[in-house]
């Protein structure tokens, strides 16, 4: 049994709050003047064109960049929380990872067991499990620079799991998994089993923040969804508010419409393409 080794200041609240914050990277404004909230025990998706600002947003709450305004995550201020504790409350899946050492998959994994204290077989077992959690069970001494794209995306995943295992800490406060396009680079099989797993965090306590380009998957695992374009948030709600295609048309330029299937989940799609 791991014992994730205790921060110094607890979270407070199952709440993620951004409020009026604005992110600027070289003196150029990129994020401006958002808000919102998210609550541990829900998905919330960020979506919005590509160079809308989800990035820059994302690495603001995880602490990567200044910001403007106030984000708290689970109660402290996120620019006030030293390394370590950040390192205990959150885990990051960033857009795009580069490892330019020669490691295997077990050492980028292992990575993420931020307690250095713990054994050895116990860390094994972490690991094994936490491949087997990505579909990539048995991949341990493979070279991380052999895989294919979407096998380097899931082990850089298995890395974020094994940082913040349980969506609960010892004190019943929340853990947090920020994502961002956790599934670019994977097959629709592959797509479902990770935002299955998200999922899972999600209703076993954790908070899960995913930014996302695939409208459907949207639809199929975000509680809530905050859409951005141009830097600003243009809407922000629960999902079956905030999915409506005059709301996405206008987001991303382009005309999109609601499939309606018999018995399942209506799709978007780009309207030229409904018969
Ligand atoms: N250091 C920087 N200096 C100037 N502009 C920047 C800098 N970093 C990001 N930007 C710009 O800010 C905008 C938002 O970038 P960001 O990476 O947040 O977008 P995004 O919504 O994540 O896009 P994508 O969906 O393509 O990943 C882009 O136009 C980008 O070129
Ligand atoms: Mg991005």
């Given at each position: 049994?791991?014992?994730?080794?205790?921060?110094?200041?607890?979270?407070?609240?199952?709440?993620?709050?951004?409020?009026?914050?604005?992110?600027?990277?070289?003196?150029?404004?990129?994020?401006?003047?958002?808000?919102?909230?998210?609550?541990?025990?829900?998905?919330?998706a960020?979506?919005?064109?590509?160079?809308?600002?989800?990035?820059?947003?994302?690495r603001?709450?995880?602490?990567?960049?200044?910001?403007?305004?106030?984000?708290?995550?689970?109660?402290?201020?996120?620019?006030?929380?030293a390394?370590?504790?950040?390192?205990?409350?959150?885990?990051?899946?960033?857009?795009?990872?580069?490892?330019?050492?020669?490691?295997?998959?077990?050492?980028?994994?292992?990575?993420?067991?931020?307690?250095?204290?713990?054994?050895?077989?116990?860390?094994?077992?972490?690991?094994?499990?936490?491949?087997?959690?990505?579909?990539?069970?048995?991949?341990?001494?493979?070279?991380?620079?052999?895989?294919?794209?979407?096998?380097?995306?899931?082990?850089?995943?298995?890395r974020?799991?094994?940082q913040?295992?349980?969506?609960?800490?010892?004190?019943?406060?929340?853990?947090?998994?920020?994502?961002?396009?956790?599934?670019?680079?994977?097959?629709?099989?592959?797509?479902?089993?990770?935002?299955?797993?998200?999922?899972?965090?999600?209703?076993?306590?954790?908070?899960?923040?995913?930014?996302?380009?695939?409208?459907?998957?949207?639809?199929?695992?975000?509680d809530?969804?905050?859409?951005?374009?141009?830097?600003?948030?243009?809407?922000?709600?629960?999902?079956?508010?905030?999915?409506?295609?005059?709301?996405?048309?206008?987001?991303?330029?382009?005309?999109?419409?609601?499939?309606?299937?018999a018995?399942?989940?209506?799709?978007?799609?780009?309207?030229?393409?409904?018969?």
């Amino acid at each position: 049994m791991f014992h994730q080794k205790m921060p110094d200041a607890v979270p407070l609240t199952p709440d993620l709050v951004v409020d009026g914050v604005s992110v600027s990277a070289d003196k150029v404004p990129i994020v401006r003047d958002l808000s919102f909230k998210a609550t541990a025990g829900e998905v919330l998706a960020i979506i919005g064109p590509s160079g809308s600002g989800k990035t820059t947003l994302m690495r603001a709450m995880t602490g990567e960049m200044a910001y403007r305004g106030t984000i708290s995550l689970g109660g402290p201020e996120v620019r006030g929380l030293a390394p370590e504790v950040l390192a205990c409350v959150r885990g990051v899946l960033p857009q795009a990872s580069q490892i330019s050492f020669p490691l295997n998959v077990s050492e980028v994994v292992g990575l993420g067991l931020i307690d250095g204290q713990r054994d050895r077989q116990a860390r094994k077992r972490r690991i094994a499990e936490a491949l087997g959690r990505v579909g990539l069970s048995g991949f341990e001494g493979r070279t991380y620079q052999d895989l294919s794209g979407g096998e380097q995306q899931r082990v850089q995943l298995a890395r974020v799991l094994c940082q913040v295992w349980e969506p609960l800490d010892p004190v019943g406060a929340p853990r947090w998994l920020f994502l961002d396009e956790p599934v670019s680079s994977l097959d629709i099989k592959h797509q479902y089993q990770i935002m299955r797993l998200a999922r899972d965090y999600a209703i076993n306590g954790g908070g899960v923040v995913a930014v996302l380009h695939d409208l459907n998957l949207t639809a199929a695992f975000a509680d809530r969804v905050l859409v951005m374009r141009d830097g600003e948030g243009l809407a922000f709600g629960l999902r079956d508010e905030v999915m409506r295609p005059e709301l996405l048309s206008v987001t991303y330029d382009f005309p999109l419409e609601c499939l309606a299937v018999a018995g399942a989940r209506p799709v978007i799609v780009p309207a030229e393409d409904k018969a």
